[in-house]
Every structure is written in structure tokens, then in C-alpha cells.
């Protein structure tokens, strides 16, 4: 036994200390916008890190840090369920914690986690679904330039940006929205029941919140940080250990793009997604 400890205490503490360990996932930026240079939120790039997390053995929960305002829908529910289901067969409590913001599709994966702690001044909500565009048939018909489009089904341009809208275009788009709302209500029902607080037209609104709002809501469950509320809950020695979410790093990425033509495309990729990226990010005030 005595030499059995002596060589225990020769390996990094890290080897055999007992104390609680808690990995952790940062989930940050928009979800699903992704190009070479600029990797967004997405299924296939945090599958291998989350099942990392839920596979250590030893941690006693996991926690998710979520600073996102949203984006794909699709890409938000597919993250959402995986991290669900790795809690369910590895029978892990889930903490989230968002941080600047957690809005429409990062309130959505927010919602996986069994508690939801906010700060004061996080942005909290916007459950709702939008769709945003432009118009140029009046500036394409000002300098003289003809849209030629030639297609086999007549649906395939609708609310093409280069033509007049259409009410029939507009009005099927409003039900596929109502299709996607209808679907985030009921998972934010299902996962915040009974402690939900106001109506169902305030809630779903696509309204945002402060944090301390969103407690008050039922949409969180308390105030706090990751590091306190990881101390009171399993104590003062409790580690947290980070968990990578970059793929291949930016060399890897930047590989994608060597040729000129393929540099071309990725370039012109990343100034669009950044645009949108910002545009998201700034309806928030950030």
C-alpha cells in the first residue's frame, strides 16, 4: 500500500484527485452562418465536442456557456436535442449559463440545460422567427437592368429579391414561420413548464429581456457566473476544464481557400456572413 502511494503521488494531481470536475462548453457566435474563414454555431462542429464533455467519466455535470443571438433554426434544434440526449444517456445535469446574450435560436439551446443561470444585464429571449430581405426591381428598373430567370417550377424564385413582391409568396412564407414558432413555443413550454410567468402573447412575443427580466419570467432560473454557481453547488475545489470547440484551427481553415479562385469565393463568403453575422448582433445592441 505504502509504495502503491508513493508512486500515486508521482503522477500529476490532475491523474488521481478525487475533487469535482465540470467540463465546459463555449457556444458563441451565430449559429449555422458559417463560411471557411468564419466557422458559425453548428451540429457538425460541436458534436465531437460534446460528446467529449458528456463522456468524462468523472464529471458530476456539464456546463454550456451560450453567448449567441441566433440564426438557423434547424442548426439551433439539432444542437438543442443532441445536447439533450447526450444528458439523458449519460445521465448528466446540464448548466447553462448565457453570458452577453441568449436570443431566438441561443435561447433555444439555452433551453437544454436543466438550470439556466443569467447575468443581470444578459439579453434574454426573442422567441420568435424572422426573415429579412431587400428589394431592388425598382432600383434594377431606374438604371435599365432586365432579370432574366428561367426555371422548371414556378415557385422556384419566389421572393426573389430582383422581382415585385408577391402576396401568395408573402403569405406562404408567414406559414412556414408560424410552423417554426409553433415548434419553439412547445420545446420552451416543455422544458420550462410550470415555472414559466406571463402569457403566452408576452412571451412568445419576440421580445428580449434583461437577465434579472428574464428570471422574473421563468424564462432563467437565477443570477450568477459560471465559476459561483459551480462552487456553491459542488465546492470550493470543484474544477472546470475547458473543452475545445474550433475545428482544425484558422491554418486549416485558411488551407480551404489556397487556390485563388477558391480564396476568391471564401473571401467574398466571409464579407457576406460578417454582414449578416453583424446584423444580428446589432439588433440586440451589441
Known amino acids: 500500500?505504502?509504495?502503491?502511494?508513493?508512486?500515486?503521488?508521482?503522477?500529476?494531481?490532475?491523474?488521481?484527485?478525487?475533487?469535482?470536475?465540470v467540463p465546459v462548453l463555449r457556444l458563441t457566435g451565430p449559429i449555422g452562418m458559417a463560411t471557411p474563414l468564419r466557422p458559425g454555431l453548428s451540429l457538425s462542429a460541436l458534436a465531437g465536442p460534446l460528446e467529449a464533455a458528456f463522456k468524462i467519466s468523472r464529471a458530476v455535470a456539464v456546463a454550456v456557456v451560450v453567448n449567441s443571438p441566433g440564426g438557423s433554426p434547424v442548426q439551433s434544434?439539432?444542437?438543442?436535442?443532441?445536447?439533450?440526449?447526450?444528458?439523458?444517456e449519460h445521465g448528466k445535469p446540464v448548466f447553462v449559463f448565457i453570458e452577453d446574450v441568449g436570443a431566438s435560436g441561443g435561447y433555444m439551446i439555452a433551453a437544454a440545460g436543466d438550470e439556466i443561470v443569467v447575468d443581470p444585464s444578459s439579453i434574454v429571449g426573442s422567441i420568435g422567427v424572422v426573415a429579412a430581405?431587400?428589394?431592388?426591381?425598382?432600383?434594377?428598373?431606374?438604371?435599365?437592368?432586365?432579370r432574366r430567370v428561367y426555371t422548371a417550377g414556378d415557385r422556384k424564385v419566389a421572393l426573389d429579391p430582383f422581382q415585385p413582391e408577391k402576396p401568395e409568396d408573402i403569405k406562404r412564407l408567414k406559414t412556414l414561420q408560424k410552423d417554426v414558432h409553433a415548434m419553439f413555443?412547445?420545446?420552451?413550454?416543455?422544458?420550462r413548464g410550470?415555472?414559466?410567468?406571463?402569457?403566452?402573447?408576452?412571451?412568445?412575443?419576440?421580445?428580449?429581456?434583461?437577465?434579472?427580466?428574464?428570471v422574473e419570467l421563468g424564462l432563467?432560473?437565477?443570477l450568477g457566473d459560471?465559476?459561483?454557481?459551480?462552487?456553491?453547488?459542488?465546492?470550493d475545489k470543484v474544477r472546470l476544464v475547458p473543452i475545445s470547440t474550433q475545428r482544425g484551427g484558422l491554418l486549416?481553415?485558411?488551407?480551404?481557400?489556397?487556390?485563388?479562385?477558391?480564396?476568391?469565393?471564401?473571401?467574398?463568403?466571409?464579407?457576406?456572413s460578417a454582414i449578416e453575422a453583424r446584423a444580428l448582433w446589432s439588433r440586440f445592441g451589441l
Open 252 to 272: 486549416g481553415r485558411l488551407r480551404l481557400s489556397a487556390s485563388p479562385e477558391a480564396g476568391a469565393v471564401a473571401f467574398a463568403d466571409d464579407i457576406v
Open 133 to 146: 430581405t431587400f428589394g431592388f426591381d425598382k432600383a434594377m428598373e431606374k438604371i435599365g437592368v432586365e
Open 194 to 214: 410550470a415555472a414559466l410567468k406571463g402569457s403566452d402573447k408576452l412571451l412568445f412575443s419576440g421580445e428580449f429581456w434583461s437577465g434579472t427580466k428574464a
Open 185 to 191: 413555443i412547445d420545446l420552451v413550454k416543455s422544458r
Open 220 to 222: 432563467a432560473d437565477r
Open 226 to 235: 459560471l465559476k459561483g454557481v459551480m462552487k456553491e453547488r459542488y465546492g
Open 1 to 21: 500500500m505504502m509504495l502503491f502511494e508513493r508512486l500515486r503521488g508521482l503522477l500529476p494531481a490532475k491523474w488521481h484527485e478525487s475533487h469535482p470536475l
Open 77 to 88: 434544434h439539432l444542437i438543442f436535442r443532441r445536447i439533450r440526449a447526450l444528458a439523458e
